[in-house]
């Protein structure tokens, strides 16, 4: 048995496939992908953890069919071979994405100023604010995307304003953000031009409002760079500009997905969703369920950096190893009854934002940001459904990323 990534089945429903390669073997070879493919938990989390014998160091490796490209902090697509037009294309120096130690140290420790306990409990009340003014047009009966309305834009307007950036640019950074996270789906030269041009133009406008801040800081994400990176020659200004690139596009899919899939999820599952309604505080557990359950991102890629062993199998220096993120989250030796949603499961221990050293910065802001849309959208429609509950969710064409393109939902009375 072998995964094929373009087989739309998959793409819409990847878990029974997930099963059937687990219960061949922990790791399995994969033909057609080149490279190993890790499903269960125990090994899963062996990988992730052992950052020396398993690099995100880009190695030069073709991988095969596919190859792999950096989409978020230490979230990752693949795009088919060829095409040219990958998000790593949107980085002009070394990222979390492509680091290891003690460069990656570096890097984290200055993304982290924007991520500290406190400064995402000071984001709670601006969270609830705009997902209120989101949804505020919308009005019970009426059918309405969740994506388009709540679930992208949500997490890109949090990021232009951690950033500073000024809400009449919004529109543009927007559009900027939708080319960005588009690249690893475009087929033609036509939409790889456009995508390159975006590129640059958000990458002119970032290095502007930069500069702006070098004259004038404020009390911004960018302005707080800046002063944490004076005297350090390793951190340049294109270098800056892809860490603000960084956190435009991370801050982009995982929360958009995180919400879509738990939306859908509950469509899906009424008597879970009742059971949220009876008590609200149960919200902070259910978003570990829906990570867990449909996680937003599906893979974490690693490179063998030297030959290893893990369990039964070995492994060759310089071998794609593909941790398979939400196969190990359903593995039925951790988590009882995996193909289940319980918003009310405390044993959780799920890899959806990975382990170890790449750990998904970004994280808490992703939880927090899921449980306050969750939390406001059922207070707004209690006893929503899918405005089309008999045609098949419309997923995007990203293998590594499970998101929703649109989620068409209705509110009843």
């Not at 219960?23 to 493919?37: D, E, H, N, Y």
């Not at 170890?356 to 707004?380: K, T």
């Amino acid at each position: 048995m072998d995964l094929n990534i373009f087989d739309p089945a998959v793409l819409s429903n990847p878990y029974p496939i997930y099963a059937a390669l687990r219960k061949q073997a922990p790791i399995v070879w994969s033909p057609t992908l080149r490279a190993w493919l890790v499903t269960a938990y125990d090994e899963a989390v062996a990988v992730l953890q052992d950052h020396c014998a398993f690099s995100n160091q880009d190695r030069g490796c073709s991988c095969g069919a596919i190859r792999e490209v950096a989409l978020a902090d230490d979230h990752w697509m693949f795009s088919t071979q060829g095409h040219g037009n990958t998000a790593a294309e949107a980085f002009t120096s070394p990222t979390m994405l492509n680091a290891d130690p003690p460069d990656h140290t570096k890097l984290r420790g200055l993304a982290s100023k924007a991520f500290t306990p406190g400064a995402i409990v000071l984001l709670e009340h601006r969270i609830r604010q705009l997902t209120e003014e989101l949804l505020a047009p919308l009005t019970t009966g009426t059918a309405f995307d969740a994506i388009n309305i709540l679930a992208y834009p949500l997490p890109v307007i949090m990021i232009a304003e951690l950033l500073g950036i000024p809400p009449e640019d919004h529109a543009s950074f927007k559009q900027w953000s939708d080319s960005i996270v588009s690249l690893n789906e475009t087929s033609s030269p036509e939409d790889a031009a456009r995508v390159q041009a975006s590129n640059q133009g958000l990458r002119r406008y970032l290095s502007r409002v930069i500069d702006e801040r070098r004259m004038a800081p404020r009390d911004d994400l960018i302005s707080r760079f800046l002063e944490a990176t004076v005297g350090n020659a390793w951190f340049g200004q294109e270098a800056l500009v892809d860490m603000c690139v960084l956190l435009l596009v991370s801050g982009n899919e995982t929360t958009t997905n995180l919400i879509g899939n738990a939306l859908l999820a509950l469509a899906q599952a009424p008597a879970q969703r009742q059971t949220l309604l009876a008590d609200p505080a149960l919200l902070a557990t259910a978003v570990e369920e829906f990570l867990r359950f449909d996680g937003p991102v599906q893979i974490a890629p690693r490179i063998a950096a030297r030959d290893v062993v893990i369990g039964d199998t070995a492994i060759a220096d310089g071998s794609l190893v593909l941790v398979m993120l939400a196969a190990a989250d359903r593995d039925p030796a951790r988590f009882d009854n995996p193909d289940a949603l319980d918003v009310t499961r405390t044993d959780n221990p799920h890899i959806a934002f990975g382990r170890g050293v790449h750990y998904c910065l970004g994280g808490p802001l992703a939880r927090l940001e899921g449980r306050i849309a969750l939390d406001v959208f059922l207070r707004r429609f209690p006893h929503f459904e899918l405005a089309s509950p008999h045609d098949p969710p419309e997923y995007g064409s990203s293998f590594i990323l499970r998101g929703l393109k649109r989620l068409d939902i209705v509110g009843v009375e």
